[in-house]
């Protein structure tokens, strides 16, 4: 076999950074765009689950803040 026809073997291509990947997830999020309450049946439905959904992940998040600032300031 000669250099010429020696082909490389074949890598899996490394994985984004985790700062990319999060950057990616942030940017589609931010243009992605929001169902409104009109139209069918389903698109209603669409809409109260976003809805729902956006009111539970910002309850959980906030909720997981404020137990972060409540450990810090606990362990003065």
């Given at each position: 076999?000669?250099?010429v026809?020696?082909?490389?073997?074949v890598t899996a291509a490394r994985p984004l950074p985790l700062r990319t990947r999060v950057r990616?997830?942030?940017e589609t999020v931010r243009w992605a765009p929001a169902p409104y309450f009109e139209g069918s049946a389903r698109q209603r439905a669409r809409y109260v689950a976003y809805l729902l959904g956006s009111v539970l992940a910002w309850t959980v998040g906030s909720l997981a803040v404020l137990a972060v600032i409540g450990q810090a300031?606990?362990?003065?």
């Amino acid at each position: 076999m000669s250099a010429v026809t020696w082909n490389r073997p074949v890598t899996a291509a490394r994985p984004l950074p985790l700062r990319t990947r999060v950057r990616h997830v942030v940017e589609t999020v931010r243009w992605a765009p929001a169902p409104y309450f009109e139209g069918s049946a389903r698109q209603r439905a669409r809409y109260v689950a976003y809805l729902l959904g956006s009111v539970l992940a910002w309850t959980v998040g906030s909720l997981a803040v404020l137990a972060v600032i409540g450990q810090a300031l606990a362990s003065f």
